[in-house]
T-cell receptor
Framework: GAVVSQHPSWVICKSGTSVKIECRSLDFQATTMFWYRQFPKQSLMLMATSNEGSKATYEQGVEKDKFLINHASLTLSTLTVTSAHPEDSSFYIC??????????FGPGTRLTVL | EDKVVQSPLSLVVHEGDTVTLNCSYEVTNFRSLLWYKQEKKAPTFLFMLTSSGIEKKSGRLSSILDKKELFSILNITATQTGDSAIYLCAVMSGSEKLVFGKGMKLTVNP
């Protein structure tokens, strides 16, 4: 089956620093990737849709200047949390669209901002 | 606004029991309904349903969709402790975005 990886799987950073999370589709090309955030005991919330070669589409309430998304190739999308604060601590999950209707999830990245 | 509602939100059963998880939805331009199992990390795919009335089965798990009544159920028979997880229902709309329900936490006790 299609495999999506994320790196890092776990990161701790100081408040005010920026953190980059990578999402890669390992055995397929993904023109569209999605970034989700999941707070403890809550469901996944879509943050943005990342399209290869164009700007990401952000969901209402998600600050595009804070959560920078780059989809530079058909196998890689990155999410950069800029000037991270403790309230940004969360579980960030990406998914990649392999074909019509199919999305495969990465293993997630646990971000803790001190 | 697209909405997915799961019930119950939490369930505790004994090994061997059968459980039924419910998912109702309201979305614009429905494309498909998906069930995921989430343990400690990201969700793992269980089923994708696009047509009404056609049951999908995988081992002890099965699922069916009713597009007229806008709901789906996920059945787990002869539950095992390894079935303990959060089960997520998600619906894909015309915009290809997945809208998730809050999830159902299943605990299977030995």
């Amino acid at each position: 089956g299609a495999v999506v990886s994320q790196h890092p799987s776990w990161v701790i950073c100081k408040s005010g620093t920026s953190v980059k999370i990578e999402c890669r589709s390992l055995d397929f090309q993904a023109t569209t990737m999605f970034w989700y955030r999941q707070f403890p005991k809550q469901s996944l919330m879509l943050m943005a849709t990342s399209n290869e070669g164009s700007k990401a589409t952000y969901e209402q309430g998600v600050e595009k200047d804070k959560f920078l998304i780059n989809h530079a190739s058909l196998t890689l999308s990155t999410l950069t949390v800029t000037s991270a604060h403790p309230e940004d601590s969360s579980f960030y999950i990406c998914s990649a669209r392999a074909s019509y209707n199919e999305q495969f999830f990465g293993p997630g990245t646990r971000l803790t901002v001190l | 606004e697209d909405k997915v509602v799961q019930s119950p939100l939490s369930l505790v059963v004994h090994e061997g029991d059968t459980v039924t998880l419910n998912c109702s939805y309201e979305v614009t331009n429905f494309r498909s309904l998906l069930w995921y199992k989430q343990e400690k990390k990201a969700p793992t795919f269980l089923f994708m349903l696009t047509s009404s009335g056609i049951e999908k089965k995988s081992g002890r798990l099965s699922s069916i969709l009713d597009k007229k009544e806008l709901f789906s159920i996920l059945n787990i028979t002869a539950t095992q402790t390894g079935d303990s997880a959060i089960y997520l229902c998600a619906v894909m709309s015309g915009s290809e975005k997945l809208v998730f329900g809050k999830g159902m936490k299943l605990t299977v006790n030995p």
